[in-house]
Structures are given as C-alpha cells and as structure tokens.
C-alpha cells in the first residue's frame, strides 16, 4: 500500500470549505430538531456543541489503518472520506438518557432535504469492549459548490454529559488507536468499570428527572392554587432563575421553588414561558405559599417589574 498522506493532504486542501459547509448544515439542523422536540421544557437537555474537523495526523493514521485491513494497493482522494467517515463531526450532550432516546429516534426520521441517513450505530445497547458509550448517526450531506453539489460525510454523536465526561477522566483521546499511548490491561479494566459505574450514574439521573417533572408538572398547579388562595401573602427573594423554575427564599429562611406554571398563568403571552425572563435573580415579590410531600412552593400573586429598555 503507497503512504495515504498524499490524499489525505490533497482532501483537507480540496474538501475543507465543503465539510465546513456541512458541519454547518447539521449543526443548524439539530438545533432546529432540538427547538422542535423541547418547544415546553427546558431546551439546556439538548446542547449542540460546535462541530469539529478531524486532526489531519489522526486521519492519516485511521486511513492507513483501514487500507491495510482493505488491502488496497492505493488510496485516493475520494477514498479519504469513505474509510474515514467521522473526518467532520457534531457532537449533542444530552442531560439523560431519555434525551439520548429522544434526539437519536428524532433524528432517524426527521431528515431534511439535503440530509441523508446512512447508518445508525447505538454503542448505548451495545457499548464497545472500551466500556464506549454513545448514539452515533452517520450522515450524507449535499453541499452545493462553484463545481457543481458534492456529497459530504459527517457524523452526529448523541451523549449524554455522563457519557462524554467518560471520554475525559479516561483521557480516551490519548488511549484510542493512533492517541499515542497503548493502554494496559490495568487501563482497560478500569475503564470498563468506570463505564458500568457512569451507566448506573446515568440511570439514576434519569429517575431524578421523572421525580423533577412530577414535582414541577402541570397537574400539581391544581392543587397549589385550590389552597393557596387561604394562605397569607409572603414576601421572597429570588436567589437564582432558570427556564423551568426560580429559587426563593422568604423572611423565615426557607427556601422553595417558583415553578413555571405559577409564572405562566401571570405572564403577558400564552404558551411556554422561561421563568428567567419573568423573575430575574434579586428580585423581590409577594407569593402566596404551598407546600405537600414534594416540596415548598411561592406562587407569586404578581411578576416582578422588569425595567424597560431605553
């Protein structure tokens, strides 16, 4: 087999404003499937990170590496993209596993024009002997160029945040065929177990996100507001603010939640509402208070004033 630096060198000269393209394309895609899917919750469960091209040492290394194993006597340009098909990538860090499931069955037939399924891999069902853990989606993306449209192939890896810290506390990139290092017996051990142990993490997360929504779900806002209205007004402080709910804490100390359904039947606007855009961290505000088995909640009577832009 002819060294493949030639091709791999000629393909970064040829091909990078056309993978840029695409790395482009996908990352816009999957933000839009992303809005689309958590319209009414919080959109941080689903985070497209910045798309990147592959070392050009590290694909030298993998098409050597795969022409060996293909025996081939020579590698074009061409052949660079079709061996090596992870040359663009676009990672998603998902919040659980459930989010995992939810992108990765989205993004199996939820395909635009110009975007082309090829082949999913769930290393999730079946984690790599590594311990590896992951949605992969490989793509064909059309690109149109001054030549004419080309096709560029990039793959989506779908994980969760547990999945991807994996990656980093085993330094994975350094231990990976081509990394530099070769890992021992002891490394691949542990990071198996390290795996397993993350997976079960992973689990868990997802139990405390079903109890999350059940505490903070619709449903309870009609109980809150049954009783509520018998209860003194309190004045609370808010201590921090996200999409979903808001921290407060009233003159006793105690601190309870500001969900978003309170905010919502105040907000001017129908439809999802981010608490943070109503009830800025430091603001003050008269709440009336629930509490039951899941917790304390402040059901404001009035939004806070947001002052107006000049």
């Given amino acids: ?24 394309m996908v990352e816009g895609w999957l933000d839009e499937r992303a809005d689309a899917l958590l319209a009414d919750a919080d959109r941080m469960r689903l985070v497209v990170m910045p798309g990147r091209i592959k ?3 590290r694909t030298i290394d993998r098409l050597s590496r795969a022409a060996t194993e293909l025996d081939l006597a020579d590698v074009t340009v061409d052949q660079v993209e079709e061996l090596v098909r992870d040359v663009v990538g676009v990672k998603v860090l998902c919040k659980s ?3 995992q499931v939810l992108l990765a069955d989205d993004v199996a ?3 635009q024009a110009g975007i082309h399924l090829v082949e999913m891999r769930d290393y999730v069902a079946e984690p790599k002997p590594s311990g590896y853990r992951a949605v992969h989606a490989l793509l064909d993306v059309d690109v149109t160029t001054p030549a004419g449209t080309t096709v560029v192939a990039v793959e989506v890896q779908i994980k969760t945040r547990v999945q991807d810290a994996w990656g ?7 231990y990976k065929p ?30 405390l996100a079903g109890e999350f929504d059940v505490a903070t779900d619709e449903p309870a806002s009609e109980r809150a507001h049954a009783v509520a209205g018998r209860i003194p007004i309190r004045s609370v402080v808010v201590r921090s603010t996200g999409p ?20 919502r039947a105040l907000a001017p606007t129908d439809g999802h509402v981010d608490v943070d855009a109503f009830v800025p961290e430091g603001s003050t505000l008269e709440a009336r208070v629930f509490e039951d088995e899941r917790g304390l909640y402040y059901l404001p009577v009035a939004l806070p004033e947001l002052p107006t832009e000049v």
């Fill in 178 to 207: 081509g990394g530099g290092l070769r890992p021992s017996d002891f490394h691949r051990s542990v990071g198996r177990t390290m795996a397993n142990l993350l997976a079960e993490v992973d689990r868990l997360a997802d139990d």
């Fill in 97 to 99: 596993t459930r989010d």
């Fill in 168 to 174: 980093e506390l085993t330094h994975e990139d350094l």
């Fill in 1 to 24: 087999m002819t060294d493949p630096t030639t091709a791999v060198r000629r393909a970064y000269e040829t091909r990078a404003d056309a993978w840029d393209s695409a790395m482009g």
């Fill in 55 to 57: 070392e050009e040492a």
């Fill in 109 to 111: 037939t939820a395909l």
């Fill in 244 to 263: 979903r709910y808001a921290l407060a804490v009233d003159d006793e100390g105690r601190q309870g939640l500001i969900p978003a359904f309170a905010v």
